[in-house]
T-cell receptor
Framework: DQQVKQNSPSLSVQEGRISILNCDYTNSMFDYFLWYKKYPAEGPTFLISISSIKDKNEDGRFTVFLNKSAKHLSLHIVPSQPGDSAVYFCAASGVYNQGGKLIFGQGTELSVKP | KAGVTQTPRYLIKTRGQQVTLSCSPISGHRSVSWYQQTPGQGLQFLFEYFSETQRNKGNFPGRFSGRQFSNSRSEMNVSTLELGDSALYLC????????????FGEGSRLTVL
């Protein structure tokens, strides 16, 4: 039972344009959402997060939007740069769920072409 | 500040053997969690330790086990290895393990032949 889903395994975008990565979840108990970026041969690194009490969070070129009614979140990267090419994972957690347990999606591989 | 260190980085085992992977968290971090990454499956939670106690466990068979030492270092063990155990095993640490960002190591790549 995949509680967090990233339905697009890959995404290709031109440099300078917007990248939009999507993520859906099924568990309404999730109240904290995160995005991680992973380069080959490296561990995932934290990118940005959002609490369920918000619907938007920005950090530089990265913005995460949360639509609780649709159980959907998205990561916008503007403008996209070739260095953004990586696999992006969304993850979710719940207050009920103590400890470092995150439920991850399958990942979306972003390719930003110069 | 040193990051999360995992050893070994790569290893090859045969079916039926066992393996032990090690993780040294960021200094001061008391929570260590383990994840398995396989192609198409994303990262799947194995277990989490906080102050030497297993606080959370994922949906993996009993062949997967772990422990945490008083210095917060952690080990995970997989016994009676199967081909399907081939994966990247990632360790992550955090200050208290509450919902929030985890700091991942580079992982241990296990290949089972």
């Amino acid at each position: 039972d995949q509680q967090v889903k990233q339905n697009s395994p890959s995404l290709s975008v031109q440099e300078g344009r917007i990248s939009i990565l999507n993520c859906d979840y099924t568990n309404s108990m999730f109240d904290y959402f995160l995005w991680y970026k992973k380069y080959p041969a490296e561990g995932p690194t934290f990118l940005i997060s959002i609490s369920s009490i918000k619907d938007k969070n920005e950090d530089g070129r990265f913005t995460v939007f949360l639509n609780k009614s649709a159980k959907h979140l998205s990561l916008h990267i503007v403008p996209s740069q070739p260095g953004d090419s990586a696999v992006y994972f969304c993850a979710a957690s719940g207050v009920y769920n103590q400890g470092g347990k995150l439920i991850f999606g399958q990942g979306t591989e972003l390719s930003v072409k110069p | 500040k040193a990051g999360v260190t995992q050893t070994p980085r790569y290893l090859i085992k045969t079916r039926g053997q066992q393996v032990t992977l090690s993780c040294s968290p960021i200094s001061g971090h008391r929570s260590v969690s383990w994840y398995q990454q396989t192609p198409g499956q994303g990262l799947q939670f194995l277990f989490e330790y906080f102050s030497e106690t297993q606080r959370n466990k994922g949906n993996f068979p009993g062949r997967f086990s772990g422990r945490q030492f008083s210095n917060s270092r952690s080990e995970m063990n997989v016994s009676t290895l199967e081909l399907g155990d081939s994966a990247l095993y990632l360790c992550a640490s955090s200050l208290q393990g509450l919902a929030g960002e985890l700091f991942f190591g580079e992982g241990s790549r296990l290949t089972v032949l």
